[in-house]
């Protein structure tokens, strides 16, 4: 696949691709909430996630605010419902109490927005207004789409009951010295972190403006944290040691009574984890997943080593040194393609560490992309230059110390919702997210 269009792109191109984003993010959402019945829809499953229905509608109705009302300039279809599927209005534990839309109305809303949003496409000017200029805001949507896909996802993992989703295991390494070496020099001095609106059209706010960062030389983990190594610190008595632990994560642990990742728990002489609905044996090789920010660091200090800075993270990711230019994903500017990434709920799993060579940085660092989200030591902070579009509370409400940055994906993550520059944050506190890690040291 090739990069995606520039702004100058003939319009029927950036149309085709907006149609397509729509049209796989749809169907993804129906995968997932097709596959359970109505009661199951309703059901809060836990009080961290929302009712999946509540997502069912809450997504077209976001698709009309931007793309009937804002871009189409049509009259609201559902006004009324804007206040109950407003996310800043009501946290998640609440929203089963209230007057949601039920499967069959939510489904119907959903397909009407859709056809008529299918409509403003085909006569839209993709140019001149920021919102339309490269198809953006329509493809802000489907990102949003697929982001609260990746949170019914979640959903479904939390979920009590037999399985209800299934798919084909991830490729396993297909070179015999795929780990090693065990870390790799990531050399010193300036680089672009960040993208821009010509490199990027459907970059969201906080992954501009492009810039240049300096960091040292630094070193870091080939691949993500496997839950072999992480087995060894919760066996080394790592969760019952204050030393490794920031204060606010010892209080954490002690006060929920936590041992081990979200989803072990420990049966005999063996380590099992429930995953969508199975219980298995916990995989040595595979990226330890459901760790939060809190677990991660005082991993890598029990290992003598740090979480890595955002922007080394980035650096690692994208920086090509015999080019000296920023790439828009490890393996180039080409779109990850199945032999690249484990992306977009094609696995229901991250892939056994090592994996995807073809997806590997210049510099040898691998499962940058897909898997597993993985923590970094940074706080979520706008880049120099920020502007907030096309609403503060994409973005700009969450900046501070009181979240922490997220890079690389998820197996659970969608193409159109992942790229090197793309910024994910949350609490330090959170465990049911897609999250591992990696770890880095400074060099010398």
Known sequence: ??????????????????????????????????????????AQH?????????????????????????????????????????????????RPSLPLLAPREARAYGAEVRDRVLDVLAAA????????????????????EQQHDETMLITHQLRRGPAVLTAPEPPRPTDGAACLPAEVLVPGGPFTMGTSHDEEPWALDNERPAHVRVVPDFLIDTVPVTCGAYREFVDDGG?????????????????????????????????????????????????????????????????????????????????????????????????????HANLGQRHLRPAPAGAYPAGASPLGVRQLIGD?????????????GFVAFPYREYSEVFFGPAHKVLR?????????????????????????????FRTARDAG
């Open 408 to 436: 690389g994906g998820s197996f659970a993550v969608a193409p159109v919702a992942c790229r090197g520059t793309f910024r994910n944050w949350d609490l330090p506190v959170r465990r049911q997210i897609f999250a591992g």
């Open 239 to 339: 969760y019952r040691d204050p030393r490794w632990w920031a204060p606010e994560g010892w209080e954490q642990i002690r006060r929920h009574d936590i041992g081990a990742p979200l989803f072990w728990r420990r049966d005999g002489g063996r380590w099992l984890r429930r995953r969508f609905g199975v219980v298995e044996a916990v995989p040595d090789d595979e990226p330890v997943v459901h760790v939060s920010w809190y677990e991660a660091d005082a991993y890598a200090r029990w290992a003598g080593r740090r979480l890595p800075t955002e922007a080394e993270w980035e650096k690692a990711a994208r920086y090509d040194p015999v080019s000296g230019r920023s790439r828009r994903y490890p393996w180039g500017d080409a779109e990850p393609t199945p032999d």
């Open 125 to 144: 000017r993709l140019e001149g207004d920021p919102l339309l200029d490269a198809a953006f805001a329509f493809g802000m949507v489907a990102q949003h």
């Open 1 to 42: 696949m090739t990069a995606p269009p520039s702004p100058v792109a003939e319009p029927e191109a950036l149309r085709r691709r907006a149609y397509d984003a729509l049209a796989a993010a749809r169907e993804r959402t129906a995968r997932l909430t097709d596959c359970v019945d109505d009661g199951e829809l309703a």
């Open 372 to 384: 597993v989200w993985e923590w970094t030591g940074s706080d979520f902070l706008p880049y120099p």
């Open 46 to 94: 836990s009080p961290l996630m929302s009712p999946l229905v509540w997502d069912l509608a809450h997504i077209p109705n976001q698709e009309e605010q931007w793309l009937l009302r804002a871009v189409g300039g049509r009259a609201a279809l559902r006004p009324e419902i804007d206040p109950l599927y407003d996310a800043f209005r009501h946290p998640r534990a609440s």
